[in-house]
Nanobody
Framework: QVQLVESGGGLVQAGGSLRLSCAASGRTFSSYAMGWFRQAPGKEREFVAAISWSGGSTYYADSVKGRFTISRDNAKNTVYLQMNSLKPEDTAVYYC????????????????WGQGTQVTVSS
């Protein structure tokens, strides 16, 4: 069992930055690939970024490539999402998720989810 708790969301102006954190419980965090997803009002949840269990492989949605960076610190059981050059269309609830083993971009493969953190980007 893995419990995930996101933090770091908030209100920011367009062009600004935020860093989201996702703290995981359990002693096997390093066995899990991690992903960030988001859901805007009235829209389906979408993939944002993912990172392999070792941190050696990262993947991004085209809409955030070059602006967002996913990273992890297995010693701290934490995964991060650094978000730069934020746009109003980045406004959403952001969720972190964990999947045992290989990294995947499909939300349906993830086993554990956090409760989400709100990111609002004003124009």
């Amino acid at each position: 069992q893995v419990q995930l708790v996101e933090s770091g969301g908030g209100l920011v102006q367009a062009g600004g930055s935020l860093r989201l954190s996702c703290a995981a419980s359990g002693r096997t965090f390093s066995s899990y690939a991690m992903g960030w997803f988001r859901q805007a009002p009235g829209k389906e949840r979408e993939f944002v970024a993912a990172i392999s269990w070792s941190g050696g492989s990262t993947y991004y949605a085209d809409s955030v490539k070059g602006r967002f960076t996913i990273s992890r610190d297995n010693a701290k059981n934490t995964v991060y999402l650094q978000m730069n050059s934020l746009k109003p269309e980045d406004t959403a609830v952001y969720y972190c998720a964990a999947v045992l083993g290989f990294v995947t971009l499909s939300e349906y493969d993830y086993d554990y989810w956090g409760q989400g953190t709100q990111v609002t980007v004003s124009s």
